[in-house]
């Protein structure tokens, strides 16, 4: 679709319309309904929402579609779904944007002669899938991710219907080795679920359950709970993260073990052991344990004793102990026995039953790795007649050198159901592209208890199929007697039928049946004891073991395609688009590099050049790189068709597994060695040194309990008048360190007669709590969708031009104000090894009352509004750019180019919010605090003549967020909860309160838990 | 002010005292004579620079300004840094035209014209850069108050807007003062050329006869507009200045900076002046009229203004240590020794070390001293703007957005492309108008010849004379 003009426009507008109007009648074409006709449920201007479920991750979380006369525009999370309980993380958020994207396949394709692509009919091509099937004689195998439980179905009934070879799940981050420790220690083969909200400790063996975990969004809002300050005057729980590196969960943790990668299963029994030393109950455990004293696990580990005993000590007093078992990043060939060390830690603790409960069988079957190396090697010796692959892009998610894409060359018939380009779908002879996620019907069901409707909100935007209709008819196709063995009806009558317990229609408000799991469980089994924890041996030779950890927004690679998923920093490096090397600085000494320049990792599967980040928050021994880039196709993946960073599986060994069949991640040696090269990172943070000013503030959990000296407000008698600010002038600079020696305590609380119009019964305001802000970017992404944000590109974010209006600053420790002498560049990376006193700070528009952006604006585009609000009137706006150079907080962003013509690719223009301004080349822009949703709640207020009540406004950042550290309302009405949790005279701040800005945003401080403590 | 200091070497520094009018007519206006290759070669370089400038700025309406190599804590680039450099340079012609008329500094005679003429190009340069800074070139009417249905109004709390005021009050000053001074000129232009010249000298001489009322009229104007345009000369740079004062910016938010920036600007005017005029004196030969006492008194004012100029360097150094403000403190040690350590020590060296070689009367009255120096602080200059706008703008409030600017091409293009501009329309000048105010010089001379007759006439030239 090259060009795309008002009238395809507004077709699309009608259709989508008659798409809402008519859900699911797919095989009724209307090309257009005019608005003379108008659909029931459709008011122009006001959105329909939608219950569906997000199929961005295996999690499972129920979907808000909302949609604007018939498109979707915004992802919310569904509030009823208990999986995410309302919020939604950036990958969900950005998911809208597979519907649009510009890498959709429009129609099916087949590989001509010339062997090239070229578009096909839909029934020629099922009618040419259909004589390959019956060709194949049963050498038919189909490959891909668990579309649902009724797609999966249809899956299983077509290859029985054409008599195919067999099916085999692929995901890359399948949970085998959890099920085979969960069966080894409880007898049962199922995944255990975790449930952080009472726990009073979380030992995190890496599973860096808030960002790329499980369920991240599910257990961060779980853990914020447990956590909350409010509730619990003793912090609430405590977090330890054991892993090598600081990740984004380890940045939010209130100690770190920097065990040795591959040990945290003997670390995991050390622990054990320590607390049935102190007191825990570990009957049956006696030989297991024996040889794991604290000072065996110390040397092993790397973990002083003194902390294991310590620990242990703790954990056998606590009550709500659990402990997670590694995430991918540290699933070594010993994975099993690692998992299996820390399930028998939760069962010491006494989790099993409380935090972790363990289901009696996993709700949908687990992919199997092994299970796809056979596959590959039965496509390499020519077993496979026809390979069909939905929802996975093995290409790209495989080592190079397992083989798949030259094995892919020896199937006779290769078929992708692909919805957007990807390596994979490029080599097939054949693409069925299926809807996506949008557009489809479906269901999923993430674990026992939650059943998942997937319901499409928009006609598909270009000539595509269900997968499971597509699969029928290719069954029907292909014999009689296929057909006969086949249901009747479409695909949606076939989930009409799953659903008729409950009945389709009957679930789709609430987007799903949701029950409580029935709880089991079970004792240890006899497996437990004979658990053989050691030290995985690693393949290759080298100074460094490799850790290739999961992106935190691109995940295993599949959101590569999703613009805003690129142009986000990455919570813990704020590097984007491209991928990276972490090294320690020690070891960056050693190698004679610096951040930028190009390493070349070898192991013993292949060898990758890719830029450092030298950090303090890492081990020595440890080269760690984030999965997910390396794409060499797609219009944001790849880099114009060449490779966008580096795809660090390529040096991981195909046949990495470990005893489950499962696949293991942690196997590498590597060395480490410099090329000479060196790369720009796009980097968008200066310096992680807040030279002491006042922002990402912490105050120690004694201040709060006590409420001494740190406790009172230190509001300055001195008049509110400019010049005020000056009193504290030498405030930044008199603090060298130390954690909250008072800086957030000059807060000025929020007065009326401060504004400037005082006759409006509205002052937006906001409070955010460092404390629960995890840095998951979760409220970046919400933005980006929310504001219509343009994604600038990977070039534009070298020159630190993104457009984001919310921003996730990220510091660590009170820094220093110290001053570098030359002109040495300030140290980017000011971490410490096993610190993780880690500010994330978000930053926006603090909607200053005395706002310096709005005097010095010539023309009055920057103006403050009676509620409160910097306006910014971007019609008004010529561009003289002295607003933001004005702004202390430096959250104002210019169009230096214009981003919406040029950077919103088709179809991506549907997506816009038509609720928010497109901005031009030359303005300025900034955080609203989402004006347009408080000018809809106003006229729903004014219709009912009252006031709009506290909580009708929801900020796209403040609803996405899964831990609640974002509230927005009325600072005027006092018993709003913006007003209520502004007023923390303990740990209430404004950011750089020293100018006397007066924002509307108030932080909240982290509060400083300390070590786990034993309690007393 | 200082009054013009003693002029021992009156014989020296005058034009030959005894030359007759036509002579000087002839001498100044064969400047205006037919061109030289050299100059059409000079010309043509202007002119093409000018000409890339201009398809770069046309480019980047068309683009945006993101082909500048603006980030995101630097807002402002080298547009403005150029904007006010060329301000400053538009600062010498009226101080000397309009402060030194009114102190009756005659030794101004000599090059008020061409100082009145760098004025009006300098601001008309600068004005351009407005233009070219902002966004949205097509809506930058919007700055101007003028009545719409809309009820739209400007922002009078805005520099930006005093600035536009500020610079339009002083182009029309300078250009109304410039032109009142050409018309006795226009017209002996008039009276000796023919052609086209000839029309456009007796369309621009208004008629021009040289009666005593004209004359009277044209004193008076003179006058008046010196008094007009004084208070301009400090008010307009000072005005500017205000566009970084009134910020929060650190490194901007200074009270010293009116003063700064108004002997910031004397300091570069006057240094301009030295560059264009030795290389024209010598070309045209017009050492009778411009003497290398007129040189050696520009070279006093240098040395003075860099002198104020070092003074406010050491006010802001001082001030942000003594103040106890972080901000500030680590803005200016990042100024010295941070990423933009070069250009603040080219300030530093250029505007505040090297002209102290003018407290030598060698130096003042050697000629490629006084160019090479007066070259050294236009460089200077430049990078003092630089200086103030870049690296304050670079390390502000929030250390997670401190960035790094570094110049485009195509910013660097434009800025050639200024230069270009400037030095286009001073060549033209010197062969549309007299590069010397011809009236004046005579004027001069009759004092000159009443001074000898009486001493008592004009005191401080005669007392010079002696």
């Known amino acids: 679709m090259p060009d795309f003009d008002r009238r395809d426009f507004l077709k699309l507008v009608g259709a989508g319309a008659g798409a809402a109007a008519a859900t699911g009648c797919s095989d009724h074409v209307e090309k257009l309904i005019p608005y003379v006709v108008q659909p029931e449920e459709i008011t122009p201007g006001i959105p329909v929402v939608y219950?569906?479920?997000?199929?961005?991750?295996?999690?499972?979380?129920?979907?808000?579609?909302?949609?604007?006369?018939?498109?979707?525009?915004?992802?919310?999370?569904?509030?009823?779904?208990?999986?995410?309980?309302?919020?939604?993380?950036?990958?969900?958020?950005?998911?809208?944007?597979?519907?649009?994207s510009p890498d959709r396949i429009q129609g099916p394709l087949r590989r001509n002669d010339a062997g090239e692509l070229e578009p096909i009919g839909w029934d020629d091509a099922i009618e040419l899938l259909a004589s390959k099937v019956r060709e194949s004689s049963g050498r038919t195998w189909v490959l891909g991710a668990d579309p649902g439980p009724t797609a999966s179905d249809v899956v299983d009934r077509f290859l029985a219907a054409v008599g195919g070879g067999g099916r085999v799940l692929y995901e890359p981050f399948a949970e085998e080795a959890l099920v085979e420790a969960t069966r080894q220690v409880f007898g049962v083969a199922s995944v255990p679920l975790f449930d952080l909200s009472k726990a009073d400790i979380v030992v995190d063996f890496g599973s860096d359950f808030l960002e790329t975990g499980p369920s991240s969004t599910e257990h961060a809002r779980q853990w914020a709970e447990a956590r909350d300050v409010a509730e619990h005057g003793d912090g609430g729980g405590r977090l330890v993260y054991v892993g090598p590196r600081l990740s984004m969960t380890a940045s939010n943790a209130d100690e770190w073990l920097t065990a040795r990668p591959g040990t945290e299963g003997i670390l995991a029994l050390g622990l054990a052991r320590a607390a049935v030393d102190a007191g825990a109950d570990g009957s049956g455990l006696g030989s297991l344990l024996a040889g794991f004293d604290a000072a065996s696990v110390a040397d092993k580990t790397e973990v002083p004793a003194e902390t294991i005993r310590r620990l242990g000590r703790a954990l056998a007093k606590a009550k709500g102990a659990v402990a997670l078992p590694p995430g991918v990043a540290l699933r070594s060939r010993r994975a099993v026995h690692?998992?299996?060390?820390?399930?028998?830690?939760?069962?010491?603790?006494?989790?099993?039953?409380?935090?972790?409960?363990?289901?009696?069988?996993?709700?949908?079957?687990?992919?199997?790795?092994?299970?796809?190396?056979?596959?590959?090697?039965?496509?390499?010796?020519?077993?496979?007649?026809?390979?069909?692959?939905?929802?996975?892009?093995?290409?790209?998610?495989?080592?190079?050198?397992?083989?798949?894409?030259?094995?892919?060359?020896?199937?006779?018939?290769?078929?992708?159901?692909?919805?957007?380009?990807?390596?994979?779908?490029?080599?097939?002879?054949?693409?069925?592209?299926?809807?996506?996620?949008?557009?489809?019907?479906?269901?999923?069901?993430?674990?026992?208890?939650?059943?998942?409707?997937?319901?499409?909100?928009?006609?598909?935007?270009?000539?595509?199929?269900?997968?499971?209709?597509?699969?029928?008819?290719?069954?029907?196709?292909?014999?009689?007697?296929?057909?006969?063995?086949?249901?009747?009806?479409?695909?949606?009558?076939?989930?009409?039928?799953?659903?008729?317990?409950?009945?389709?229609?009957?679930?789709?408000?609430?987007?799903g049946v949701f029950s409580a799991a029935p709880a089991s469980s079970p004792g240890l089994a006899p497996g437990a004891a004979r658990l053989s924890v050691v030290e995985p041996k690693m393949t290759g030779s080298g100074d460094f073991t490799l850790v290739a950890f999961p992106h935190g927004l691109l995940w295993d690679g599949r959101g590569a395609a999703l613009p805003w998923l690129q142009e986000i920093p990455d919570s813990v490096t704020k590097i984007s688009w491209q991928s990276w090397a972490e090294i320690s600085l020690a070891s960056a000494e050693r190698l004679g590099v610096q951040l930028g320049d190009v390493v070349a990792i070898e192991t013993s599967a292949g060898?990758?050049?890719?830029?450092?980040?030298?950090?303090?928050?890492?081990?020595?021994?440890?080269?760690?790189?984030?999965?997910?880039?390396?794409?060499?196709?797609?219009?944001?993946?790849?880099?114009?068709?060449?490779?966008?960073g580096v795809n660090v599986i390529d040096v991981l060994p195909a046949g990495g597994v470990d005893e489950s069949g499962g696949r293991a991640w942690l196997t590498e040696r590597a060395q480490v060695s410099a090329t000479g090269a060196s790369r720009r990172l796009?980097?968008?943070?200066?310096?992680?040194?807040?030279?002491?000013?006042?922002?990402?503030?912490?105050?120690?959990?004694?201040?709060?309990?006590?409420?001494?000296?740190?406790?009172?407000?230190?509001?300055?008698?001195?008049?509110?008048?400019?010049?005020?600010?000056?009193?504290?002038?030498?405030?930044?600079?008199?603090?060298?360190?130390?954690?909250?020696?008072?800086?957030?305590?000059?807060?000025?609380?929020?007065?009326?007669?401060?504004?400037?119009?005082?006759?409006?019964?509205?002052?937006?305001?906001?409070?955010?709590?460092?404390?629960?802000?995890?840095?998951?970017?979760?409220?970046?992404?919400?933005?980006?969708?929310?504001?219509?944000?343009?994604?600038?590109?990977?070039?534009?974010?070298?020159?630190?031009?993104?457009?984001?209006?919310?921003?996730?600053?990220?510091?660590?420790?009170?820094?220093?104000?110290?001053?570098?002498?030359?002109?040495?560049?300030?140290?980017?990376?000011?971490?410490?090894?096993?610190d993780v006193d880690v500010r994330h700070s978000p930053m926006m528009c603090q909607h200053c009352g005395a706002a310096p952006c709005e005097p010095v604006c010539p023309v009055i585009a920057a103006y403050h509004n009676e509620e409160g609000l910097n306006g910014m009137i971007?019609?008004?706006?010529?561009?003289?750019?002295?607003?933001?150079?004005?702004?202390?907080?430096?959250?104002?962003?210019?169009?230096?180019?214009?981003?919406?013509?040029?950077?919103?690719?088709?179809?991506?223009?549907?997506?816009?919010?038509?609720?928010?301004?497109?901005?031009?080349?030359?303005?300025?822009?900034?955080?609203?605090?989402?004006?347009?949703?408080?000018?809809?709640?106003?006229?729903?207020?004014?219709?009912?003549?009252?006031?709009?009540?506290?909580?009708?406004?929801?900020?796209?950042?403040?609803?996405?967020?899964?831990?609640?550290?974002?509230?927005?309302?009325?600072?005027?009405?006092?018993?709003?909860?913006?007003?209520?949790?502004?007023?923390?005279?303990?740990?209430?701040?404004?950011?750089?309160?020293?100018?006397?800005?007066?924002?509307?945003?108030?932080?909240?401080?982290?509060?400083?838990?300390?070590?786990?403590e034993e309690p007393s | 002010m200082t009054p013009p200091p003693a002029m021992p070497a009156a014989a020296a520094m005058t034009r030959g005292a005894e030359l007759p009018d036509s002579q000087t007519n002839r001498d100044i206006l064969?400047?205006?004579?037919?061109?030289?290759?050299?100059?059409?070669?000079?010309?043509?370089?202007?002119?093409?620079?000018?000409?890339?400038?201009?398809?770069?700025?046309?480019?980047?309406?068309?683009?945006?300004?993101?082909?500048?190599?603006y980030t995101h804590p630097v807002f402002w680039g080298i547009y403005i840094v150029t904007f006010v450099f060329w301000v400053g340079i538009a600062h010498a012609g009226t101080l000397i035209s309009a402060i030194l008329y009114l102190f009756r500094a005659k030794w101004r005679n000599a090059i008020n014209r061409s100082a009145e003429a760098m004025t009006v190009f300098a601001v008309l340069t600068a004005a351009q850069f407005l233009g070219i800074h902002v966004g949205r070139i097509w809506k930058s009417y919007f700055i101007l108050p003028y009545p719409n249905q809309r009820?739209?109004?400007?922002?009078?709390?805005?520099?930006?807007?005093?600035?536009?005021?500020?610079?339009?009050?002083?182009?029309?000053?300078?250009?109304?003062?410039?032109?009142?001074?050409?018309?006795?000129?226009?017209?002996?232009?008039?009276?000796?050329?023919?052609?086209?010249?000839?029309?456009?000298?007796?369309?621009?001489?208004?008629?021009?006869?040289?009666?005593?009322?004209?004359?009277?009229?044209?004193?008076?104007?003179?006058?008046?507009?010196?008094?007009?345009?004084?208070?301009?000369?400090?008010?307009?740079?000072?005005?500017?200045?205000?566009?970084?004062?009134?910020?929060?910016?650190?490194?901007w938010h200074a009270t010293i900076f009116a003063p700064y920036f108004v002997a910031g600007a004397i300091f570069s005017g006057f240094a301009m002046v030295l560059t264009v005029m030795i290389p024209v004196r010598r070309i045209y030969r017009l050492e009778k009229y411009i003497t290398d006492y007129h040189f050696e008194n520009m070279a006093r004012f240098l040395l003075l203004t860099s002198i104020i100029v070092s003074y406010a360097y050491g006010t802001e150094y001082f001030i942000a240590w003594y103040s106890g403000v972080e901000f500030e403190k680590s803005a200016f040690w990042l100024r010295a020794?941070?990423?933009?350590?070069?250009?603040?020590?080219?300030?530093?060296?250029?505007?505040?070390?090297?002209?102290?070689?003018?407290?030598?009367?060698?130096?003042?009255?050697?000629?490629?001293?006084?160019?090479?120096?007066?070259?050294?602080?236009?460089?200077?200059?430049?990078f003092e703007r630089y200086v103030i706008v870049i690296t304050s703008l670079s390390r502000e409030f929030d250390p997670a957005v401190w960035g790094v600017y570094t110049p485009s091409f195509y910013e660097l293009g434009i800025l050639a492309g200024s230069f270009g501009f400037f030095a286009m329309l001073f060549l033209i000048f010197l062969k549309i108008f007299p590069v010397i105010a011809i009236a004046e010089v005579k004027e001069l001379d009759i004092h000159h010849k009443a001074a000898h007759d009486d001493p008592k006439v004009h005191g401080a030239w005669a007392e010079g004379a002696r």
């Open chain 1, 874 to 1012: 971007y019609n008004r706006c010529i561009g003289t750019r002295y607003c933001a150079n004005n702004c202390p907080y430096k959250v104002r962003r210019f169009n230096y180019f214009d981003n919406q013509l040029t950077k919103w690719s088709e179809p991506m223009r549907l997506m816009l919010n038509p609720d928010v301004t497109v901005r031009g080349q030359g303005v300025m822009e900034k955080c609203t605090f989402c004006i347009q949703r408080i000018q809809s709640a106003r006229q729903g207020a004014r219709d009912e003549g009252r006031l709009i009540a506290d909580g009708e406004v929801v900020t796209a950042c403040q609803q996405a967020c899964g831990t609640n550290a974002i509230q927005f309302g009325n600072l005027k009405d006092d018993d709003a909860t913006v007003s209520r949790t502004a007023d923390d005279p303990k740990r209430g701040y404004h950011a750089l309160h020293v100018l006397n800005t007066r924002p509307a945003i108030t932080y909240l401080a982290k509060v400083v838990r300390g070590p786990v």
């Open chain 2, 151 to 251: 009820g739209l109004w400007v922002n009078f709390k805005s520099p930006l807007m005093w600035d536009t005021f500020a610079i339009s009050t002083y182009a029309t000053i300078s250009i109304v003062f410039f032109y009142i001074g050409l018309i006795p000129d226009l017209a002996i232009a008039r009276d000796r050329s023919t052609g086209w010249r000839k029309l456009l000298y007796t369309a621009l001489a208004l008629g021009w006869q040289g009666t005593t009322r004209q004359w009277k009229s044209h004193t008076r104007s003179v006058l008046h507009l010196s008094g007009l345009a004084t208070p301009l000369v400090l008010s307009v740079h000072s005005v500017v200045s205000w566009d970084f004062a009134s910020s929060i910016v650190p490194g």
């Open chain 2, 337 to 382: 020794f941070g990423p933009y350590w070069f250009s603040t020590w080219v300030m530093i060296i250029c505007n505040g070390f090297i002209p102290q070689i003018f407290w030598f009367k060698k130096a003042r009255t050697h000629l490629p001293t006084l160019f090479i120096v007066s070259t050294f602080i236009n460089i200077g200059m430049w």
């Open chain 2, 30 to 69: 064969a400047v205006m004579g037919r061109p030289s290759l050299g100059y059409f070669a000079l010309l043509g370089l202007c002119v093409a620079s000018v000409g890339l400038a201009a398809a770069i700025w046309i480019f980047q309406v068309y683009q945006g300004l993101g082909i500048g190599g």
């Open chain 1, 338 to 511: 690692t998992a299996g060390a820390v399930l028998v830690l939760n069962q010491v603790v006494g989790a099993v039953g409380g935090a972790m409960r363990v289901p009696a069988a996993p709700e949908r079957p687990v992919a199997s790795y092994r299970e796809m190396l056979s596959l590959v090697k039965a496509m390499q010796d020519g077993d496979v007649g026809v390979l069909l692959v939905h929802d996975a892009n093995p290409v790209h998610g495989l080592p190079s050198t397992a083989g798949f894409a030259e094995a892919l060359e020896k199937v006779g018939f290769t078929v992708s159901f692909a919805s957007l380009v990807d390596e994979t779908s490029e080599r097939v002879d054949l693409v069925l592209p299926d809807h996506t996620a949008l557009e489809s019907w479906g269901d999923a069901a993430p674990r026992a208890g939650v059943r998942s409707v997937v319901q499409p909100t928009l006609r598909p935007l270009f000539d595509t199929r269900a997968l499971g209709d597509t699969l029928l008819d290719v069954g029907r196709a292909v014999s009689p007697q296929a057909a006969e063995r086949l249901p009747a009806g479409s695909f949606r009558t076939l989930l009409e039928q799953e659903w008729a317990d409950v009945g389709l229609r009957n679930v789709l408000p609430a987007g």
């Open chain 1, 682 to 834: 796009p980097l968008s943070q200066f310096s992680d040194n807040k030279r002491a000013r006042q922002l990402g503030e912490v105050v120690p959990l004694a201040a709060l309990a006590n409420g001494d000296g740190h406790g009172t407000p230190h509001v300055s008698a001195a008049p509110k008048e400019a010049g005020h600010g000056d009193d504290h002038g030498g405030h930044g600079g008199g603090h060298g360190g130390g954690h909250g020696d008072g800086h957030h305590e000059i807060r000025e609380p929020y007065d009326p007669a401060d504004d400037a119009y005082n006759d409006s019964p509205y002052r937006w305001g906001m409070t955010i709590d460092l404390d629960r802000c995890t840095g998951c970017n979760d409220c970046v992404a919400a933005c980006y969708v929310e504001n219509n944000i343009p994604v600038v590109g990977e070039r534009e974010t070298l020159a630190v031009r993104q457009m984001a209006w919310l921003r996730i600053e990220r510091f660590i420790g009170e820094g220093t104000p110290d001053l570098p002498v030359g002109r040495a560049h300030p140290q980017v990376n000011n971490e410490k090894l096993g």
């Open chain 1, 51 to 100: 219950a569906s479920t997000c199929r961005e991750c295996p999690a499972g979380c129920g979907l808000h579609v909302k949609t604007r006369e018939g498109r979707p525009i915004k992802l919310e999370g569904n509030p009823d779904h208990p999986v995410n309980r309302g919020a939604l993380c950036a990958r969900g958020q950005a998911g809208i944007g597979r519907t649009y």
């Open chain 1, 607 to 644: 060898r990758v050049e890719v830029a450092v980040y030298p950090r303090g928050g890492i081990r020595d021994d440890v080269v760690a790189v984030p999965q997910g880039q390396g794409h060499s196709v797609g219009h944001y993946a790849s880099d114009e068709g060449q490779l966008r």
